[in-house]
């Protein structure tokens, strides 16, 4: 079982930073991914970045040059720093994570999941 809580969301200035972390408890094997994730009111939870155990990382189109997903192996954190703020980036944020499997890592309902941490961004 793997445990995942989430810090760092607060309120911010459009154009300002925030650093998220992710605290992972538990092992989920060498072969894993992780994610970090977003859902604004009435809208989709939808994929933000994602990094594997091979440093590989992937971003949304609406964050890339913003955000960097990155992790910190030997303390189990994963980290979002969030830059240039928007107004649209307003939203709770998620970390996921999952092992990968011989069809590869998804990150799903059927992955580990933390609680969230709010983001809000006004003008």
């Known amino acids: 079982q793997v445990q995942l809580v989430e810090s760092g969301g607060g309120s911010v200035q459009a154009g300002g930073s925030l650093r998220l972390s992710c605290v992972a408890a538990?092992?989920?094997?060498?072969?894993?991914?992780m994610g970090w994730f977003r859902q604004a009111p009435g809208k989709e939870r939808e994929g933000v970045a994602r990094?594997?155990?091979?440093?590989?990382?992937t971003y949304a189109d609406s964050v890339k040059g913003r955000f960097t997903i990155s992790q910190d192996n030997a303390k189990n954190i994963l980290y979002l720093q969030m830059n240039s703020l928007k107004l649209e980036d307003t939203a709770m944020y998620y970390c996921?994570?999952?092992?990968?499997?011989?069809?590869?890592?998804?990150?799903?309902?059927?992955?580990?999941w933390g609680q969230g941490t709010q983001v809000t961004v006004s003008s």
């Open positions: 990094i594997d155990s091979n440093g590989f990382t």
């Open positions: 996921a994570a999952d092992r990968t499997y011989a069809t590869g890592c998804y990150l799903d309902s059927h992955s580990f």
């Open positions: 538990g092992y989920i094997g060498s072969a894993y991914c």
